[in-house]
C-alpha cells in the first residue's frame, strides 16, 4: 500500500471492530483496510508479486570486492526499499555499514525494511533528520523506536509481525528493491546460511522471503567458504552479489553464551500459574507442541514443562523456537522428538542447529504468514507470551509503553496468538507504578479474540469466549477471576491508575494486523517534563 | 506458449541457426522462437509468472483419505495442465494411478507435465488413444516416446532439458494447474522427503518448482510421519492436500540396490580415453568439480578419474550427480568434499544423502535454469556425457535414434553441456550397423557450439572452436583427429551409412533449448515393414 497515490479519495475518520480510529488515508501509507477481526480480511489484498528474474545470462563472478561496488552495480536510487533481517540482534554490523554507505553514496529517501531494528541501530536516527532515511517499514525496538514517537522520521513506519511482514512482500504491499543480507557464512556463488562461522547466528530465516522477492541481493560475509556453502538457507539462485567483509558484527551480542534467568518474584509465581495452565488445559498430550521465547518467564514455564514432562513420561512431538538451551536440553533428553527454529537466542542452539538433525531452520514463511497454502503456527498447540499492556477485552499491547513510546516489534506475537489452540498471556499486575492490566490498552497488537488466557502472579482470567477452559482451570483449583477484578488488582499494586499519554493527531507508525489491515496507529507523543 | 491462439498470423517455415526447418507457428504448441545461438534468446521470454497464494483461512486438516477425494478438492477439469516428478523412475505408480482415476472422473484433454515418463507408463497410449491425454509436455523414455513418434497423440509434445522445465514454469510458458507429487516420506501437512521409506528415492528436486507455482499440489505418500516430516524438500506451505496411499511404486525399481557395469569394449577403451582428456585437459586441479551419469561410459571414467586423484592426491571440490555409489565411496575416502545431488540411482546414494552432512540436495532450479540469478551448471568444471548421434559440426542428438522413433528425454545434457568448461561426448563409433558420427543428427538436441570434445574408442575429435584444447590433447599425445576422420570410421565399423528416416510432415514433438526456443522437431515415423 505504500506509495499508492491514486485519484484523491475523500479522507475520513473510520474505525475498526476493536474501536481505534484513524483516517481512511494515511499520508505516507496509502489507503487503510481496516481491522474487522482476525479472519476476516484476507481476501481483501489477493495480490501477488511476480517472481524476479535473474539477470545473468552467462556464468560471472559474483564476487565485488567492496560493498559499495556491489552497490553501484544494483544501480541503488533514491526512495528505494532496501531490506535486512535481524537475527545478529544487538550485534549487528550489516544495516550500518550499509547505510553509511548508501549516504555517501548520496542516497536519499530511502524506506528501510529490516524485520527489525535495535538499540545498535539507533545511530540512524542521523539518517531520520536528514533525510537519507524517510521511514522505516519493520520492527523498531529500544531508542530508534522512541525517536520516532518523538516524530523524529519525515514517513510513516508500518509494524508488522513476522508472517504479516512475509506476507506484505509476498502480496507485493512491501516491494524490496534491494535485500542486504548479512550471512556468518557464504560462499563466492551466494549460498549461505548462519550456522558457521565467528558470527553464526542460527538460522537466517528472516531474509528467505526478501532473498526470493527482492529485486536485487547481496550476501554480505564474513565466513567465505568454498562452494557449495551448506546447509542452503539463502540459495545461490536468488543472489546478485557477494562481498567478503572482515567483521558482519560483533559475536558476543549476536548470541548469549549463556542464558539468564531472572528468578525472582513475581516471575517464579506467575511462571508456575502457566504450567498449571498448561497442564489442566487439556492439550499437554503425548505428541503435544509449544512455542515460548527467550524471557524469564517463559524460560521458567518451560522449566516446569519440562519437569510435568519427566514426571508423566509425557513426550512433546516438536517445541518452535526462538529456541533457547532449555529446549535443546529437553530435545536431547528426548522429551521432544523435533525442534523447528526460525530464531537461536543462544550459543547451545546454534550448536544443535548445526549438529542435530531433528533439529530444523524454517523460514518465517514456513513459520507465520497467513496467506500461504499453511504455515506452522497453525498447527501450535500452545503458545506463551508475554504484553506491555492487557486490557478487559483481553486485547494485548507488545508495541507501546504506558507512556506511549513505541519500544518493541510485534515479532510472531500476532501469528502465534491466532494461530495457537492456547495463547496464554504473561503479565505482572504492575511494573512500576504503571497498571498492566488496564480498560483500554494504549496500542491494540493482537485482539482480544486470539488470547485464551492471562496469567499475572496473583489470578489468572479466562477469556469469555472460552468457557469449557474456564471450567477446566476453575476445576483444577486455579485461581481463576474474571479480567476486571485482575483489573482492580492491578490498579491496587500500582498504586495509580492508567494514565493515557498526552499524544498528537500526527500518525508516526502503523500497527497492521498480520493480514494486512490496520489494527491500530501509533501518535506523536508529547514528552513529559522531567522531574 | 501453449495454447497461446492470438491474431492469425501468417504461417511460414522459417529456419534455426543450425538450419533445422519447421512452421513458425505450430499447432498446439503455438508461436515458434527460433533457436539462435546457445546464449542468444534469453531475454525473448522474460515473462515471469506470479506466485499463487494460499487458498486456506484457517488451519484444517489437509489428509484426504483417497486420491479421488484429493482430486475433487482440487476441482479438476477438462484440458487442464498435470505435473509429475520422475524420481521413482520405472518403478512409478503415482502417474497411473492418478491418470486412471482422472479418466473415471472423465477428465478430457489432460497435458501430462511430467519431468519424464518411463516404460512403466507405456500403458497411457490407451488414454492418448481416447482423448483423456492430449499431449505430454515431458520428456518421454521408452516406449511411450515410440508411440508418440507413430503419431498416436493428439496434442504436439514438448521435450525440454531439466532447467529448461523450470524455466518454462518460471516464465509461464508451462502453466501447472495440478502438481501430483509422489512422496517417499511425508506429513500431514504436506512437509515431504524423499530420504526415508521404504520408497526411499533419495532427493524430490525435480518437483521442487512444481510444488512452488502449481496452482493446485497433492502430496502422495506411502510413508505418513508425525508433524514435522524432516528433511523438508517439498514444504507444507505449498501442499493444499495430502494423501496416503498403500504403495507410491516398486521400491526394486525405484532405485537399484547395486550398480552393474558392463565392462566390456569399447565401452572400457572409450572411458580410458575421456579419462585421458580429463587428465590433460588443465582442469583437475585441486578443488575441481565434474559430473558423470550411470551408463557403464560414465562409470567406468568415475572409477578411472577416482584411480588418479588417488595417485595424485588432487582432490574434488564437489560433484553433482545423478549419484552412484561410486561417487559415493570417493565422497567418503575424502576425495571429494561435498556432493550436490538431484537424483540418487542407487541404494548407498539415498543412504548418503540421509546421513552425510555434506551430501545436499539441490532443487532442479539451483542445478540448472538458465533464468535465475545463477545455477550450479554454470560453475561445472566437467561434464561427461552420452549421445545418440553426434554430427561433424559436434551437434548432438540424445532424444531420437538413426531411426527417428523418439526414445530419451533430454535430463541435464544441454544444461550441463552449455555450463560445463569441459564438455565431453563419448559414443562408441556405432552402434549395431548405423554409424553414430554421422554427417546431420536426425534430430538435435544440443548445439555443436557447446560441445568441446567427442571421444570414442578408436579416436578423439576436439571441436575447432577450441584450439587451445586440442593442442593440450595432441602433445599429450592422446589420438587425436578431425571430426570427419572420425565419421569415416564410424562409417566403416557401421558398415552401412546412415540412412534418413523416412517421416511425415506432421509435428508430434517440439525439442525446444533451455531457454524456451525451438532448437529441432520430431516428426511423425512412417514406421518400416519389418524383415
Chains 1, 2 share one sequence.
Not at 497498571?435 to 490498552?441: A, E, G, K, T
Request: hydrophobic share 40%; with cysteine; net charge negative.
Amino acid at each position: 500500500m505504500t506509495e499508492e497515490k491514486e485519484t484523491k479519495k475523500k479522507i475520513e475518520i473510520i474505525e475498526n471492530s476493536l474501536g481505534r480510529k484513524f483516517p481512511s488515508y494515511i499520508e505516507g501509507y496509502g489507503e487503510v483496510i481496516p481491522f474487522q477481526g482476525a479472519w476476516s480480511n484476507l481476501y481483501l489484498k489477493k495480490k501477488p508479486t511476480t517472481l524476479s528474474l535473474g539477470s545473468e545470462i552467462r556464468p560471472q563472478d559474483k564476487m565485488c570486492s567492496t560493498l559499495e561496488e556491489a552497490l553501484k552495480k544494483c544501480k541503488v536510487f533514491n526512495g528505494m526499499t532496501v531490506s535486512f533481517h535481524h537475527h545478529l540482534r544487538e550485534g549487528d554490523g550489516i544495516v550500518n555499514l550499509t547505510m553509511k554507505a548508501l549516504k555517501e553514496m548520496g542516497v536519499k529517501g530511502i524506506k528501510l525494511a529490516p524485520s527489525a531494528l535495535f538499540n545498535v541501530h539507533s545511530g540512524l536516527v542521523d539518517y531520520l533528520n536528514d533525510g537519507t532515511i524517510e521511514t522505516v517499514l519493520g520492527s523498531m525496538n529500544g531508542s530508534i523506536g522512541v525517536q520516532v514517537s518523538l516524530g523524529k522520521m519525515q514517513g510513516v513506519g508500518v509494524l508488522r509481525s513476522h508472517g504479516g511482514r512475509v506476507r506484505s512482500i509476498v502480496q507485493d504491499d512491501m516491494h524490496i528493491d534491494l535485500a542486504v543480507i548479512g550471512a556468518p557464512t557464504a560462499d563466492n556463488y551466494g549460498n549461505a546460511n548462519g550456522i558457521d562461522g565467528k558470527s553464526a547466528c542460527g538460522p537466517l530465516a528472516y531474509s528467505n522471503i526478501d532473498s526470493k522477492l527482492a529485486d536485487k541481493v547481496i550476501i554480505v560475509t564474513d565466513n567465505l567458504v568454498p562452494y557449495p556453502a551448506s546447509p542452503i538457507s539463502i540459495s545461490q539462485v536468488n543472489v546478485d552479489y557477494v562481498v567478503e567483509v572482515e567483521s558482519i558484527g560483533d559475536p558476543n551480542k549476536i548470541v548469549s553464551g549463556t542464558l539468564r534467568i531472572v528468578r525472582k518474584e513475581p516471575l517464579i509465581t506467575i511462571s508456575n500459574n502457566t504450567a498449571a495452565v498448561v497442564e489442566h488445559s487439556g492439550l499437554m498430550k503425548e505428541g503435544f507442541n509449544f512455542q515460548a521465547g527467550a524471557g524469564s518467564i517463559s524460560l521458567l514455564t518451560v522449566e516446569r514443562i519440562g519437569e510435568m514432562m519427566k514426571k508423566t513420561g509425557v513426550k512433546a512431538g516438536w517445541v518452535n523456537g526462538g529456541t533457547t538451551s532449555l529446549i535443546v536440553d529437553l530435545f536431547r533428553q528426548d522429551y521432544v522428538k523435533k525442534l523447528t527454529t526460525c530464531q537461536a537466542f543462544d550459543l547451545v542452539s546454534v550448536e544443535s542447529l548445526r549438529n542435530d538433525k531433528n533439529h530444523l531452520e524454517i523460514n518465517i514463511d514456513e513459520y507465520a504468514n497467513i496467506c500461504n497454502k499453511g504455515c506452522l503456527v497453525n498447527l501450535l498447540d500452545i503458545v506463551v507470551l508475554g504484553a506491555t499492556e492487557v486490557d478487559v477485552d483481553f486485547n494485548v499491547n507488545v508495541n507501546t509503553h504506558s507512556d506511549g513510546y513505541l519500544k518493541h516489534g510485534i515479532g510472531g506475537h500476532q501469528d502465534t496468538a491466532a494461530g495457537a489452540k492456547l495463547t496464554i498471556i504473561t503479565v505482572p499486575l504492575a511494573r512500576r507504578d504503571n497498571p498492566i492490566i488496564i480498560d483500554s490498552v494504549t496500542t491494540v497488537t493482537t485482539p482480544g479474540e486470539c488470547i485464551d488466557v492471562v496469567v499475572t502472579e496473583d489470578g489468572i482470567a479466562v477469556n469469555p469466549l472460552r468457557p469449557k477452559l474456564e471450567k477446566m482451570l476453575k476445576e483444577a483449583g486455579l485461581p481463576v477471576m474474571d479480567i476486571h477484578e485482575l483489573k482492580e488488582l492491578a490498579e491496587k499494586k500500582a498504586g495509580k491508575g492508567y494514565v493515557k499519554p498526552e499524544t498528537k493527531e500526527r500518525i508516526v507508525a502503523v500497527i497492521e494486523w498480520r493480514d494486512g489491515s490496520v489494527i491500530d496507529v501509533v501518535r506523536e507523543v508529547v514528552p513529559k517534563e522531567k522531574k
